[in-house]
Each structure stands twice: as C-alpha cells, then as structure tokens.
C-alpha cells in the first residue's frame, strides 16, 4: 500500500486507512467545561510560560548563535533543548487551528510563532541539517552519539511541528515546512537501506516522519520510519548500564511482548510503529502492537493511567511492579501512551483505547500543570510521604522531585508536552466511519462534519461531565439516510443507558447501556431528524476500587474513583476532622462505609486511625488537583482498616 490520499482536516494524525476517521479542529470544537477551562488556561497562560522559560534559558538564543556562528560557546541546556522549541511550536500552530475554528483572533500568537520560525530556519544549515549542539568546529560531530545525542529525536519534534502548521494553515508562508521538508531528505540520505543502518536512542522520529510523509503525501519519509522501526532490536547502540531494552533496541519490535525500558521512549515508539504497521498493511506488526498494549496495560499501568514505576533509568518496571510512593509516571509516558492508544482506536475502532486515553488526560496529562497553568509536575507520584518543597519560582528545578509543581525543569520536556495536547484536545473527541459518528470524550462541544456518503451532520453536545454523567447530543441537520451514532460507555460506567428523544415528539426510546465492567459502546441507528436528542446517561458516583492481587505494592489498600477521575487522600483535608493529630501513615480507609458525594461536589471518606482508633469524614481530592494548597502529604492508595 502507497500513501495516496492527504487529509484536509486539522487533525495530529491521519492514517489512510483504518477503522475510523479522525474529526479535527475543523471539524469539532470544545465550547466549554473541564476542557474548555484547561484549554484557555493552556492557551493564554502556559504557552507564553514556555516561550518566556525557552528565552530566559537561552534554548531559543542557542538557534541565534548558531545562525551567527558564535557556537559552541554561549550554548546552554541540554543536548535535546531543541525539542522543546519545536513543541513549543506544535503547541502554537494547534492553538491557532483552535482560536481560528472558535472565531478567536490569532494575531499574536502567528507573530510569535512567525518570529520563532525565523530564527529555527536561519540555524539550518545549507544540506537541510538543524542542531544546535553538533556538527560545528568545537561540537562532537553530527550523527557521532546516537546513543544519547538526540538529534534524530529532535528532528522528529520537528517533524510533528510541521504536521501541526500544514494542517491548520496549509496556505502559510512562514517556511516552517520547507524547513522540515530539508531536514527530513536528509535524515533519508543519511539513514536510507545500505546507508547508516543505526537508530535514535531516544524514538520519536518514526512517529514524526511517518506523519510528515502523510501530511505532504511524501512515501520516501514513511518508508525511512519503517526502517527505523525495524533497526529497532539490531543492537546497534550501545549497551549500556539499563541494558539495550532502555532504548528498545534489545527486541525487534514485532517479537515484544509488552513495553519495556524508558516509558517516553517505548510509547513513542510503539506510536510510529503502528504508523508504519498501518500504512505498509503489516499486520503481523500490528497484531504485536495491540499485544503490547494489552500487556502493559493490564500489567504495567498505574490506576491513573501513568506508566513508569522506575526513577533510575525513567522506566517501566516488571510485570505487577507498581509501587505507589515511587512511581515515576512521567507526564510524557501518559502524553506518549494518548499517542500509541489514538492510533490503535483509529485502526481497531475499540473503545477501550479510548478508555485509557480518557484515563490518562483526567489523572496524568492533567495533573502536571498548576491550576494557572504555569507550574508542573514532571513525574506523578501515587503517594507523597513527606510534604514536598516548594519548587523556586524564579529558577528551573534541576529533576523531577515530585514534591510540587515547579515552574520549569533542567530537562523540561513535560510542560511543552502537555501544552501540544491541550492545544489540540478536540481531534480527540469524535471521529467517523462509514455508517455515522463515535464519541469517544465527552465535553460541551460543537461537531460538524460530512459522512463518508456526502450527509453533512452537525451535533451538539451539552454536558458538565465529569462532574455529572449526563450527555445530551442534540442532532442539528436532518438525515436523508439513517446513520449512526456511537457513544462510548467506559468500563466503570455500571447501569449506565441511553434515551433517544425524537424531535416529532414521538415516544421517547430507553437503550440499555451497560457493558457489564468492559469499555464498549452504545448505538443509535436512525434517520435523525433535526431536534432530536440522544442522552447518555454515565452513573458518576463515587466508588471504590480495589487493585489487581498481583500489585503487591498496594495490596490491602482501595482507590476511591468518581466517573473517570481517581482521588486521593490528602493531609491538608484532615484539618478540622477528628484526624487533625494523625500520623498520615496510620490512616485507613474504612470499606464498609462506601464514598459518598457531598453538596459542594467534592467526594468523603471515612478514614480511621489505626493506631487511635480515631474516625472522621474527611474529603477527598481529585488526584489532579493535589498540593495547590501547599505542601503536604498524599495517597492514592489507601489501606483498608484491619489490612
Ligand atoms: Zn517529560
């Protein structure tokens, strides 16, 4: 199979073929809730953060020195700092394609996505090659350390800044594609068949030239992803302390199990490899895709979706390895794990990728940012034993402590990574097939598209998910063929059902929509007419949930859950409560008293002291609203009483 066809919607990926078809920004807009606030957030006050941080560091000022030959001296931040401009860029480019579908002025944010492309496109040099810490007098020569060098990792973020412009703004003139474009030639002359047969030890250019290749319709930038993805498990790096699976290159990709070593990296690459699976029609590499997933999200998956219970070498652990208070959960893995899951929804159609995704954005992608937006957290631990620090405001924090949120980080690869996702949240609501339209996220949201037949539809949907479970889809054009409309019921979601509301005011159709504790979907086949109105119906109430045995980490312990948001037991609640003189680490929960819903839409316990015996209802938190009072003590996981 060849690339033949180039989408027109602005959406981050778009296989040829597969199940169903992604709807983009063009094509679906967030209009308010959850993901409206953290959308506006995202967009007025975290990426002016990241563009102030790139130039107060000097990651920007390093593309300025390079253009003026002034390199190597003066060059600050990592090896890889150039990735984060370039999110930074995807970041801006989503936004724009957000702000323009809204009808919301664009200006600043094109002047300064326009000036941070003028000066990424002066460092390139004349054969297409952009770095700012190899290649010149005084730098380690390009391509000499791919074990920990990054270049071809940086490429790769470019690459998806690319992708993110040519199909917001296909018309631009700013050149940020032709940059792209150059860079990705030469990545092909360079790594091409019976060329320089090694690969990036940190994956992300597979993923990126295999949506480069589909956004120009470019097969030479797919073929060399493909290859990429097929070095993988040649040994060509390094081995290294953490051994080759670090940077999955002890395993070809389509003998793995399950993933393995550092989690960004393994989720990157496991994204692309599905890339490339899908367009080649290489479905035994697919087939090991989806067991990989299934693997890993059965076995390797913190409660709130996070991946990685490794500090030392940022990976993922043994099967059943999931230890709360040193869980690494970097917010890239849950950035990367939406990436890998999209792709596989788009080619299966199965709801329980969209599951986890919804999983990951409530409880990893949207914990890392401060409720402002301007702080964030790096790795997401499950269980905070001693009040964290408060991080320097005025200075980047050298790792990733934990403790709370920081403004910036010496290796600052998660604020840029989050601001990317939320900037282009609404590709990942709907999408189509050939029979109708699948909701796979529930905001308050506008849909307008065109089915596969040529039927224009346009929905809207009205919710205060997740903080009621009650969905409206109200239909706004009238069917000339029945078509349908599927609505995801997540796993939790028991007793859940659905009514259809003709808008004849006919008898009003109650579907049951139970799928009995598996992600599934509920349909509706009809010629809608114009008015009519779907509701689903999601039982949001607390519940607890208890780990799988073979987690002996937290075994004895439960997780309150409400609607897809996971809580935690925080010390600052406990003021005022009978446990106010509590050792935190004598507290349990008790079982038989289930978790309760209270007027101010926050979520009780009953928590008791097991030392004490002291009892108290004591409120729980939304585990992505922890440490904004300050610092103090958290728990996911709680002991039961008497465990
Ligand atoms: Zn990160």
Redesign the pocket.
């Known amino acids: 199979m060849t690339l033949t066809t180039t989408t027109t919607h602005s959406v981050p990926v778009a296989p040829t073929i597969g199940a169903l078809r992604p709807l983009g920004l063009d094509e679906v807009t967030i209009t308010g809730g959850f993901w409206a606030r953290r959308q506006d957030v995202n967009g007025q006050a975290t990426i002016a953060h990241i563009g102030g941080w790139l130039e107060r560091e000097g990651w920007l000022g390093n593309f300025d020195l390079a253009a003026s030959g002034a390199l190597p001296e003066g060059r600050r931040g990592r090896e890889f700092s150039d990735s984060e401009v370039y999110k930074y860029l995807e970041a801006i480019a989503w936004e724009v394609g957000r702000r323009t579908a809204a009808g919301l002025p664009t200006d600043e944010l094109e002047a300064r996505f326009r000036a941070v492309v003028a000066r990424v496109a002066a460092a390139q040099e004349p054969d297409g090659y952009l770095n700012t810490r190899f290649g010149r007098p005084g730098q380690g020569a390009r391509w000499s350390d791919l074990e920990w060098g990054h270049e071809l990792y940086c490429l790769g973020h470019l690459f998806q800044a690319a992708v993110a412009r040519v199909r917001t703004r296909p018309d631009a003139d700013d050149g940020l594609v032709d940059v792209a474009r150059r860079a990705a030639d030469l990545v092909c002359d360079v790594f091409g068949e019976g060329r320089d047969e090694r690969i990036c030890g940190h994956a992300e250019v597979e993923v990126g030239l295999a949506e480069l290749g589909r956004a120009l319709g470019e097969p030479r930038y797919l073929e060399q992803a493909r290859l990429f993805v097929e070095r993988h498990g040649e040994g060509t790096l390094r081995d290294i302390e953490w051994g080759r699976s670090y940077y999955q290159d002890d395993q070809h990709v389509r003998d793995a199990d399950v993933l393995r070593g550092h989690s960004?990296r393994a989720n990157y690459l496991a994204a692309g490899a599905a890339d490339v699976a899908i367009e080649t029609g290489d479905d035994e590499l697919l087939r090991a895709l989806d067991r990989q997933w299934d693997t890993t999200v059965e076995r390797r998956t913190y409660v709130t979706g996070g991946q990685g219970s490794h500090h030392q070498d940022e990976a993922f652990g043994e099967d059943w390895e999931l230890p709360s208070d040193r869980a690494y959960s970097?917010?890239?893995a849950g950035v990367a794990s939406v990436m890998f899951s999209w792709r596989l929804l788009l080619a299966r159609g199965d709801a329980r990728y969209a599951d986890l995704i919804e999983r990951t954005l409530f409880n990893v992608i949207e914990t890392s940012p401060s409720a402002e937006g301007t702080a964030f957290y790096?790795a997401n631990t499950l269980h905070q034993r001693r009040p964290g620090a408060v991080a320097d405001a005025h200075a980047a924090t050298p790792r990733a402590q934990s403790s709370l949120r920081a403004p910036w980080f010496d290796?600052s690869?998660?604020p840029p990574?989050t601001a990317r996702t939320f900037a282009s949240l609404a590709a990942y609501v709907a999408t189509a097939d050939a029979s109708g339209i699948q909701l796979h996220q529930y905001a308050p949201a506008s849909i307008r598209t065109t089915l596969d037949g040529g039927q224009a539809v346009a929905l809207e949907v009205a919710t205060e998910y997740p903080r009621s479970g009650s969905v409206r889809i109200r239909v706004l054009t009238d069917a000339a063929q029945p078509w349908t409309l599927s609505l995801r019921v997540p796993a939790w979601a028991e007793g859940a059902r659905a009514m259809v509301r003709p808008a004849d005011g006919g008898p009003e159709q109650v579907l049951d929509a139970d799928q009995h504790g598996r992600p599934g979907t509920v349909s509706v086949d009809r010629a809608f007419a114009a008015g009519d109105e779907v509701e689903l119906v999601l039982p949001v109430v607390p519940r607890f949930a208890a780990p799988d045995p073979r987690v002996d980490a937290v075994r004895g312990c439960l997780v309150v859950e409400r609607g897809p948001e996971v809580f935690a037991l925080e010390s600052v609640d406990l003021a005022g409560t009978e446990l106010a003189a509590s050792d935190f680490a004598d507290l349990r929960v008790d079982p038989d008293v289930p978790p309760r819903d209270d007027d101010d839409g926050s979520v009780t316990a009953t928590i008791v002291d097991d030392r004490t015996g002291a009892r108290g209802d004591v409120p729980l938190v939304r585990y992505h609203d922890w440490a904004e009072r300050g610092p103090s003590q958290m728990r996911v996981w709680v002991p039961v009483v008497g465990a």
């Open positions: 960004v970097e917010t890239c790096y290796v690869c998660c990574n």
